[in-house]
């Protein structure tokens, strides 16, 4: 079965310092790839996804991930956090090899210090 | 319409009571799905619907949930004799076609409080 985990329930950064996101998931074949973000009263909203390729995948807002299969990680990054970016993140596993139904991780929870 | 329209935004009822929640998906979407975000818990698969296919159902947690999708369309949730632990942000999403987990529009989710 295919399953995320998100070990960091809270970060806390400081607006200008650089944010790692942890992501590591289960999955039968090669996995599809997904992070989310949820801002307060806001629906989802996709900032990157992986399917194959480049293991390093460019998203919107600056952010970036990186695919690692030998670690089964697929970390979020961003080198310059703005009080913006304070929300929550979801990271996400699905693909061909077990279910298109996505399943998302418990998330990770982002607060931003002035 | 031009996004995923979910209501009510929030709902707040009674332990016992029944409830349902409406999923409006964009327009000539085939697949919806149902997901229920509790405090700390992620997101929690609850049912997909693609087209007029069996609906998957293995995510509802008990027999007091259903759902179904008119048309290939509007979708309710339906929850009975809900209890507190029912309390949390039931999402829906859409997509063209299955598969298309990049492509998973959601809404701004249904808040319930069940006191």
């Known amino acids: 079965a295919q399953s995320v985990t998100q070990p960091d329930i809270h970060i806390t950064v400081s607006e200008g310092a650089s944010l790692e996101l942890r992501c590591n998931y289960s999955y039968g074949a090669t996995p599809y790839l997904f992070w989310y973000v949820q801002s307060p009263g806001q629906g989802l909203q996709l900032l990157l996804k992986?399917?194959?390729?480049?293991?390093l995948v460019q998203g919107i807002k600056g952010f970036e991930a990186e695919f690692k299969r030998s670690q089964s990680s697929f970390n979020l990054r961003k080198p310059s956090v703005h009080w913006s970016d304070a929300a929550e993140y979801f990271c996400a596993v699905g693909g061909p090899g077990g279910s298109y139904i996505p399943t998302f991780g418990r998330g990770t929870s982002l607060i931003v210090h002035p | 319409g031009a996004g995923v329209s979910q209501s009510p935004s929030n709902k707040v009822t009674e332990k016992g009571k029944d409830v349902e929640l409406r999923c409006d998906p964009i327009s000539g979407h085939t697949a919806l799905y149902w997901y229920r975000q509790s405090l700390g818990q992620g997101l929690e698969f609850l049912i997909y619907f693609q087209g007029n296919s069996a609906p998957d159902k293995s995510g509802l947690p008990s027999d007091r949930f259903s759902a179904e999708r008119t048309g290939g369309s509007v979708s309710t949730l339906t929850i009975q004799r809900t209890q507190q632990e029912d309390s949390a942000v039931y999402l829906c999403?859409?997509?063209?076609?299955?598969?298309?987990?990049?492509?998973?529009?959601f809404g701004s989710g249904t808040q319930l409080s069940v006191l």
């Open positions: 999403a859409s997509s063209l076609a299955p598969g298309q987990a990049e492509k998973l529009f």
């Open positions: 992986y399917f194959s390729g480049d293991t």
